[in-house]
């Protein structure tokens, strides 16, 4: 998220996502949080709009929040 960005919050999520039968996510928790609501909300945002190819099931999935370091061309 940007407001993360722009305080230079990096961090990891895991995330439990339940899947129906068609795919879809049906509830999402945070199993390990980043230690940041910023980070955790972000996560539990995306993995609610995610898709599957198969289902139902359960799958725990980690979001990696990481700040990357602008290279200058020279």
Known sequence: PDSARRRGIE??????????AAGAATACSVVTSSGNVLLDDAALRAAR????QSGPGVVEQPFRFELAIARSKG
Do not use: S
């Not at 961090?11 to 129906?20: A, E, N, P, S, T």
């Open 49 to 52: 709009r995610w898709r599957f």
């Open 11 to 20: 961090g990891l999520v895991l995330v439990r996502i339940d899947v129906d």
